[in-house]
């Protein structure tokens, strides 16, 4: 499936229940980091911006269990099979 993950700071918030229903600032220009204006340290200008973020990570379900294989289901063929195969060399 197709997953969307959000990274903001502000209060882009979820326009119905579901990803598809959108955000508040869809389709908007993003701003820039320098313009937010929050304390925070970038080490590759050495000035102040996006110390406070926000993570959001809506609409994924939990995968499940993945099943192992029956093991006695896969060995027991593999056993008949040997011994098939002895028995003919004999």
């Known amino acids: 499936g197709t997953y969307r993950l959000v990274l903001n700071a502000s209060s882009n918030d979820a326009l119905g229940s579901t990803l598809g229903d959108g955000f508040v600032y ?10 937010w204006n ?5 080490i590759n200008a ?9 993570l959001t990570l809506s609409g994924v379900e939990q ?3 993945v ?4 093991t006695w289901a896969l060995l027991l063929p ?3 099979g040997l011994g098939l195969s002895s ?3 004999r």
């Open 63 to 65: 995968a499940g269990t």
């Open 87 to 89: 028995r003919r060399k």
């Open 46 to 54: 050495n000035d102040q911006k996006g110390g406070f973020w926000r």
């Open 78 to 80: 593999a056993l008949l």
């Open 26 to 35: 869809d389709g908007q220009a993003p701003i820039h980091l320098a313009d």
């Open 67 to 70: 099943p192992e294989p029956a």
């Open 38 to 42: 929050q304390p925070g340290y970038d």
